[in-house]
C-alpha cells in the first residue's frame, strides 16, 4: 500500500484506508510504537484482554509454530467484530510468515497489528508493509521541537503541574525523545510534587527537576567533563572521588570527558574561523544548556583546537591503557585528567 508519513501517522491509525489489513508500527521511538499500538486496540475493541477479539504473539511463540499466525488471522471473532493480530517485537526474521500472513488476511476479519523496532529502508519487514497493497509501514520518530514540547505540556496538564522557565528549559534537556520515558519521567514529577507537601505542589522549579528528573551517573559524568575543561583540580578531585564512589567506571570517564572536548574542538574551530562566541555555541547540537553557557564560554576562553585535538589523543590513549589487563584503571583514568587539565590557558587566537 505506503509508507506513511511521520506526521500522518497519527490520523492514519484513526482512519486507516480502505482494504488495509496490515499495520507496521516501527522506529527509534519505542515508547511511541507502544502508544499507538494500544490507542488503535483501544479503537476497535472495547477490551483489548478479550482473546475473542485480541490475538498477541511473540515472535518466540512464532518460531515454535509457523503455521500459528495464519491459524490466528484466519479465526473468525465468535462475539463478532474486527480481530486483531498483535505480533510485538518484530523482526526481519519474520518477514515470511508475515507475508503469508498478509496474504490470507484479505479473506478474514482480522487485522494484523505489528510492532517492531529501528527499520532501515533495506529491512525487508519493512518492504514487505510498504510494497502490499493491503499494508502500510508507519514509522514513529522521536519527539523533537514542536511536538516535544506539546507533548510535555500536556502531561503536565494532565497532571496539575507547572513549571516556570528554567525548570522548563532543563526539563527539555534532561528528556530523551522517546515518549514513555517522558512520560513516566513526568508521572514521577507529580508524585515528588504531592509527597513535597500536603496537598501536592503545582508549580515546580529549577531545583525540583534537577534533583527528580535525570541519571546521577549522567550529572557525574558532566561535573567531572566541566570541572576537567576549567581546569578545576580542586573541582576535579571532589567530582572524580564523587563519580568512582557511585561505581562509574574510568573509561565512562574519559569518554564522557572526550565527548566534551570535542564540543568545545567544534565550538572553537568555528571561533577560529571568524564566528563569535554565541554563534559557535548556538551550532552545536544539543545545544549548550544555558546554565552551562557561562562555564562553557569561559572554557572556550582556555582552549584552541590543537590544544584540544592532543587533549583529545591523551583521553584516548588512557582509554586503552585502563583496558590493559592489570591496569590499575582508576589511576590511569585520574592522572590523565589532571594532565588534560593542566592544558587548559588561554592560548586560543581569533583570526
Same mark, same amino acid.
Given at each position: 500500500?505506503?509508507?506513511?508519513?511521520?506526521?500522518?501517522?497519527?490520523?492514519?491509525?484513526?482512519?486507516?484506508?480502505?482494504?488495509?489489513?496490515?499495520?507496521?508500527?516501527?522506529?527509534?521511538?519505542?515508547?511511541?510504537?507502544?502508544? =499507538?499500538?494500544?490507542?488503535?486496540?483501544?479503537?476497535?475493541?472495547?477490551?483489548?484482554?478479550?482473546?475473542?477479539?485480541?490475538?498477541?504473539?511473540?515472535?518466540?511463540?512464532?518460531?515454535?509454530?509457523?503455521?500459528?499466525?495464519?491459524?490466528?488471522?484466519?479465526?473468525?471473532?465468535?462475539?463478532?467484530?474486527?480481530?486483531?493480530?498483535?505480533?510485538?517485537?518484530?523482526?526481519?526474521?519474520?518477514?515470511?510468515?508475515?507475508?503469508? %500472513?498478509?496474504?490470507?488476511?484479505?479473506?478474514?476479519?482480522?487485522?494484523?497489528?505489528?510492532?517492531?523496532?529501528?527499520?532501515?529502508?533495506?529491512?525487508?519487514?519493512?518492504?514487505?508493509?510498504?510494497?502490499?497493497?493491503?499494508?502500510?509501514?508507519?514509522?514513529?520518530?522521536?519527539?523533537?521541537?514542536?511536538?516535544?514540547? /506539546?507533548?510535555?505540556?500536556?502531561?503536565?496538564?494532565?497532571?496539575?503541574?507547572?513549571?516556570?522557565?528554567? %525548570?522548563?528549559?532543563?526539563?527539555?534537556? =534532561?528528556?530523551?525523545?522517546?515518549?514513555?520515558?517522558?512520560?513516566?519521567?513526568? /508521572?514521577?514529577?507529580?508524585?515528588?510534587?504531592?509527597?513535597?507537601?500536603?496537598?501536592?505542589?503545582?508549580?515546580?522549579?529549577?531545583?525540583?527537576? !534537577?534533583?527528580? !528528573?535525570?541519571?546521577?551517573?549522567?550529572?557525574?559524568?558532566?561535573?567531572?567533563?566541566?570541572?576537567?575543561?576549567?581546569?578545576?583540580?580542586?573541582?576535579?578531585?571532589?567530582?572524580?572521588?564523587?563519580?568512582?564512589?557511585?561505581?562509574?567506571?574510568?573509561?565512562?570517564?574519559?569518554?564522557? !570527558?572526550?565527548?566534551?572536548?570535542? =564540543?568545545?574542538?567544534?565550538?572553537?574551530?568555528?571561533?577560529?574561523?571568524?564566528?563569535?562566541?554565541?554563534?559557535?555555541?548556538?551550532?552545536?547540537?544539543?545545544?549548550?544548556?544555558?546554565?552551562? !553557557?557561562?562555564?562553557?564560554?569561559?572554557?572556550?576562553?582556555?582552549?584552541?583546537?590543537?590544544?584540544?585535538?592532543?587533549?583529545?589523543?591523551?583521553?584516548?590513549?588512557?582509554?586503552?591503557?585502563?583496558?590493559?589487563?592489570?591496569?590499575?584503571?582508576?589511576?590511569?583514568?585520574?592522572?590523565?585528567?589532571?594532565?588534560?587539565? %593542566?592544558?587548559?590557558?588561554?592560548?586560543?587566537?581569533?583570526?
Amino acid at each position: 500500500m505506503t509508507k506513511v508519513a511521520a506526521g500522518k501517522v497519527d490520523g492514519f491509525l484513526a482512519n486507516p484506508a480502505p482494504g488495509c489489513r496490515g499495520l507496521l508500527l516501527y522506529g527509534p521511538n519505542a515508547g511511541l510504537v507502544h502508544e =499507538r499500538a494500544e490507542g488503535f486496540v483501544a479503537r476497535i475493541v472495547e477490551d483489548p484482554h478479550d482473546p475473542f477479539r485480541v490475538a498477541e504473539l511473540t515472535p518466540d511463540a512464532l518460531k515454535e509454530d509457523p503455521a500459528r499466525l495464519i491459524d490466528e488471522v484466519g479465526a473468525l471473532s465468535l462475539t463478532g467484530g474486527m480481530r486483531i493480530v498483535r505480533l510485538r517485537d518484530a523482526g526481519d526474521g519474520q518477514s515470511a510468515t508475515l507475508g503469508d %500472513a498478509l496474504g490470507a488476511a484479505d479473506k478474514t476479519s482480522s487485522t494484523l497489528l505489528v510492532e517492531s523496532g529501528d527499520l532501515g529502508p533495506r529491512s525487508s519487514l519493512r518492504r514487505l508493509f510498504e510494497g502490499a497493497k493491503n499494508g502500510a509501514a508507519l514509522a514513529c520518530y522521536g519527539d523533537e521541537g514542536r511536538d516535544l514540547d /506539546e507533548l510535555i505540556a500536556a502531561s503536565l496538564a494532565k497532571n496539575g503541574l507547572n513549571l516556570d522557565n528554567d %525548570a522548563r528549559a532543563v526539563l527539555l534537556d =534532561r528528556l530523551s525523545s522517546d515518549r514513555s520515558q517522558i512520560r513516566g519521567e513526568i /508521572e514521577k514529577l507529580a508524585l515528588y510534587a504531592q509527597e513535597s507537601s500536603g496537598n501536592g505542589q503545582k508549580s515546580l522549579s529549577y531545583d525540583d527537576i !534537577v534533583a527528580c !528528573v535525570g541519571d546521577s551517573a549522567e550529572l557525574s559524568l558532566e561535573a567531572v567533563s566541566f570541572a576537567v575543561a576549567g581546569g578545576d583540580a580542586a573541582a576535579i578531585e571532589r567530582t572524580l572521588g564523587r563519580a568512582f564512589r557511585e561505581g562509574i567506571a574510568p573509561v565512562s570517564l574519559l569518554r564522557a !570527558v572526550g565527548r566534551h572536548l570535542q =564540543r568545545l574542538q567544534l565550538a572553537a574551530a568555528r571561533i577560529e574561523a571568524g564566528a563569535s562566541d554565541k554563534a559557535a555555541m548556538d551550532d552545536l547540537r544539543p545545544k549548550v544548556f544555558f546554565k552551562q !553557557v557561562p562555564a562553557f564560554r569561559r572554557q572556550l576562553g582556555l582552549w584552541n583546537t590543537q590544544r584540544l585535538g592532543h587533549a583529545l589523543g591523551l583521553a584516548l590513549d588512557a582509554e586503552i591503557d585502563c583496558k590493559r589487563a592489570g591496569a590499575p584503571a582508576q589511576t590511569v583514568c585520574g592522572r590523565t585528567l589532571f594532565r588534560i587539565a %593542566a592544558g587548559s590557558r588561554s592560548a586560543r587566537t581569533r583570526s
